[in-house]
């Protein structure tokens, strides 16, 4: 998914986050790249039971995207964006 806002930034805030696995052995994962592009010289990868810190834009785009196997289906994540 890509957000998109007219505002110069936003920020993202994880509610709930519940991936299989932890940062050594990622089998559900979710990646984050801070710009409009997947070569976004920034990323983020986040999986396992904790909850991501706030992340805030560095332009008006940012894609989101989750990856998942094909075993032990788990909770999810859930996510709120504003402008900032």
């Given at each position: 998914m890509t957000?998109?806002?007219?505002?110069?930034q936003f920020k993202v805030t994880f509610t709930d986050f519940v991936l299989e696995g932890h940062m050594s052995?990622?089998?559900?994962?979710?990646?984050?790249y801070n710009g409009g592009y997947f070569i976004s010289s920034y990323r983020s990868?986040?999986?396992?039971?904790?909850?991501?810190?706030?992340?805030?834009s560095q332009q008006n785009t940012m894609q989101?995207?989750?990856?998942?196997?094909?075993?032990?289906p788990w909770k999810g994540f859930r996510l709120e964006y504003e402008p900032v």
């Open positions: 957000f998109a806002s007219l505002s110069l052995n990622c089998f559900d994962k979710l990646q984050i990868v986040f999986c396992g039971q904790t909850l991501p810190p706030p992340i805030t989101i995207v989750f990856t998942s196997d094909f075993a032990d």
